[in-house]
């Protein structure tokens, strides 16, 4: 009952949404997306953004794009010989990558993260998913669109209201589970959903195999429809927009007052106060320069120490420059503002 009712909520938000599965993570939803894709194209290469993230299995967790890359540690090089990266809102190098292996099984799917890399450490532009769109219609592919961070989160139709594109796949995260452990989810388009099957049926002809024993189990469920409907009933959204707008003037003037290099900019709620541009280094230094892994140490040493000198004032942040701003968290802020003074008082 709750698993039908929170797939009905979905739907309703999502119309690029048509048919819903429950998963018991947003890694397991990456996974099942790209083998749908390949089952119902026929085709086996999937591309990705360089520096994206969907989850830690072998197939993504991987970005091809650099030779340090620790990521791949553990995994054999087969495992990834079919996914590929390309830079994010470079239109002309996706359809370059989809050329390069339309003889050899072509490519099944584009998975993006809806707002650019890393949660949008590196934005994307409104151009580039219509042209992505186009590509993807283009070639007889399908567009994913990972949305576990930016679904709900961002409105209550997450980025692809947004953007006003519609994607093939739509992958889910913890908010469809109210945070509880054990959720996740993807949905789609019914061709492309139908071809799901757990146990027996799971064998018959050109089914994709989905399972999951403690998937859609009606405490995360009942969570997950108390939360949407919460966020709705509550005007959430427009709360953390406003507050999030604040926060941020309140970031820029502290980095201003003591002359911080920052790149500082918002989606919503999703925040992006970067003094390391960790992100940035490959877009601006080639990796064949002998210096790129110099800049590419040097500024992995900033976001750590930025991370570290936060956590020392009490402030928990996701990692270097990027952090979320909770609904919980509105009575804070300007605490949470006096810590990145301190912070960025003693910066060097």
């Not at 406003?242 to 989606?267: L, N, Q």
């Not at 040493?301 to 402030?315: Q, T, V, W």
Request: some cysteine; glycine content about 10%.
């Amino acid at each position: 009952m709750y698993e039908r009712e929170l797939a009905e909520l979905i739907c309703k938000y999502y119309p690029s949404v048509e048919m819903f599965r429950a998963l018991a993570s947003g890694t397991e939803a990456d996974i099942i997306a790209i083998r749908l894709a390949r089952a119902y194209t026929g085709k086996k290469h999937i591309i990705r953004f360089q520096g994206g993230y969907h989850g830690w299995s072998d197939q993504l967790v991987y970005n091809d794009n650099g030779k340090r890359n620790t990521m791949k540690n553990g995994i054999p090089t087969d495992c990834f010989q079919n996914t590929h990266s390309v830079p994010i809102n470079d239109i002309e190098a996706l359809e370059a990558e989809i050329l390069k292996h339309q003889d050899d099984g072509g490519v099944a799917a584009f998975m993006m993260e809806a707002v650019g890399q890393d949660s949008g450490a590196v934005p994307t532009t409104k151009e580039y998913h219509k042209a992505a769109r186009e590509l993807c219609d283009k070639y007889d592919m399908l567009l994913i669109y990972d949305e576990v961070v930016t679904a709900f989160r961002l409105g209550m139709g997450g980025a692809q209201a947004i953007f006003g594109t519609k994607p093939d796949i739509t992958v889910f995260g913890k908010i469809i589970g109210g945070g509880f452990g054990n959720s996740g989810g993807l949905g789609g388009r019914r061709e492309i959903m139908e071809l799901l099957a757990a146990g027996i049926s799971a064998e018959s002809e050109n089914k994709v195999k989905v399972g999951g024993t403690m998937t859609a189990n009606p405490l995360t469920t009942l969570a997950g429809i108390t939360v949407i409907k919460e966020l709705e009933a509550k005007n959430v959204h427009a709360e953390l927009d406003k507050v999030s707008r604040y926060f941020m003037k309140g970031i820029e003037d502290i980095t201003e007052r003591y002359d911080v290099p920052a790149v500082i900019y918002h989606h919503s709620s999703i925040l992006h106060i970067d003094v390391s541009g960790l992100q940035h280094v490959q877009y601006f230094v080639k990796e064949d320069d002998p210096h790129f892994w110099d800049h590419m140490l040097a500024a992995y040493k900033n976001y750590i120490e930025f991370s570290m000198a936060l956590a020392a004032e009490g402030l928990i942040i996701a990692n270097g420059g990027k952090t979320y701003f909770p609904y919980g968290s509105i009575g804070i802020v300007d605490d949470a503002l006096d810590v990145y003074e301190r912070v960025f008082k003693e910066f060097e």
